[in-house]
C-alpha cells in the first residue's frame, strides 16, 4: 500500500515539475474522464468478484475442516456401545489421528501445501478397526453402519481440505488484475492530477486501496497458509485433550 501510494505521488510531482508552464489541466478531454471512469467501475466489478470468490473459497476449506472434526467426534462418541477393548482401540486411532492433524499435518499444509502420508496411514487404521469387528449384539450392529458413514464423511472432508491447499486462483487471473491495476492508476495520469495537494491526497490513497485489496485477495487465495487462513479451531475444540 505503501509503495503504490509513493510510485503515484513521485511520478505525479515529476510530471508537475517536467509539466509545460502553459499547460492547462482543465483542459482534460471529456472522452478520457468518461473512459477512467467506465474503467474504475469495470475493474471495481472485477476486483468484488475476485474477492467474493476467494472469501468463498475460504469459507469452504473451514467447512471442510469442521466437518471433518464433527465425523471423528461422532465416532468416538457412538463407539461407546462396543466392548471396551475396541472402544479404546478405536478412539485411541481418532485421538491419534487428530493429533498428527493439528500438530503436524497442518504445519505440513501451510509450508508445502499437501497432506501427509502419515495421516492417510492414520484414517485407515480408524477405518480398518471400524468397518472390521464384527458386532455382537443387535445394540452395536444398530450402530455399525452410522460408524462406517462417518468414517466415510470424515474421509471425504479429508479430501475436500487436501483439494483446498495451495493457491486457488489461476495466473491468468492475476494477470488481469495486476493489469487492471496498472491500467486503472495509469489513467490517474492521464487525467493530469497535479491541480491540487486535495487532489494528491486522493490519488494516492484510491492507488493503496487497490493495492490493499489485491493484498486481501492474495491473502485469502491460499486457505490454509497465510494471515487470515482456515484455522484447526474445530479440532481443538471437539478433542481438547489435543491441547496438551
Given at each position: 500500500m505503501l509503495a503504490a501510494c509513493s510510485v503515484v505521488v513521485i511520478v505525479t510531482l515529476l510530471r508537475h515539475r517536467r509539466?509545460?508552464?502553459d499547460e492547462d489541466p482543465s483542459e482534460t478531454p471529456d472522452v478520457i474522464e468518461y473512459?477512467?471512469?467506465w474503467i474504475g467501475v469495470v475493474y471495481a466489478i472485477v476486483l468484488g468478484l475476485a474477492i467474493a470468490g476467494v472469501w468463498e473459497g475460504r469459507s469452504a476449506a473451514q467447512d471442510n475442516v469442521r466437518a471433518e472434526a464433527v465425523a471423528l467426534h461422532e465416532v468416538a462418541e457412538r463407539v461407546r456401545v462396543y466392548p471396551a477393548e475396541i472402544r479404546d482401540r478405536i478412539r485411541d486411532d481418532?485421538?491419534?489421528?487428530?493429533?498428527h492433524v493439528v500438530t503436524t499435518e497442518w504445519k505440513t499444509m501451510a509450508d508445502h501445501d499437501r497432506l501427509t502420508d502419515e495421516g492417510t496411514e492414520l484414517?485407515?487404521?480408524l477405518r480398518r478397526d471400524v468397518t472390521d469387528y464384527e458386532p455382537r449384539t443387535d445394540f452395536e450392529a444398530q450402530a455399525y453402519q452410522p460408524l462406517v458413514d462417518q468414517v466415510a464423511a470424515a474421509d471425504q472432508?479429508?479430501?475436500a481440505r487436501a483439494e483446498s491447499t495451495g493457491a486457488t486462483m489461476p495466473g491468468v487471473v492475476w494477470f488481469g488484475l495486476v493489469t487492471g491495476a496498472v491500467i486503472t492508476i495509469g489513467m490517474?495520469?492521464?487525467?493530469?492530477?497535479?491541480?491540487?495537494?486535495?487532489?494528491?491526497?486522493?490519488?494516492?490513497?484510491?492507488?493503496?486501496?487497490?493495492?490493499?485489496?489485491?493484498?486481501?485477495?492474495?491473502?485469502?487465495?491460499?486457505?490454509?497458509?497465510?494471515?487470515?487462513a482456515a484455522t484447526a479451531e474445530p479440532f481443538l475444540r471437539l478433542f481438547p485433550e489435543v491441547r496438551s
Open positions: 509539466a509545460a508552464e473512459m477512467t471512469m481418532v485421538n491419534a489421528y487428530v493429533g484414517l485407515d487404521r472432508a479429508r479430501s490517474i495520469f492521464a487525467l493530469q492530477i497535479r491541480r491540487t495537494r486535495r487532489e494528491l491526497i486522493l490519488a494516492g490513497l484510491f492507488s493503496a486501496l487497490i493495492a490493499f485489496l489485491l493484498f486481501l485477495i492474495w491473502d485469502f487465495d491460499a486457505p490454509y497458509s497465510r494471515g487470515l
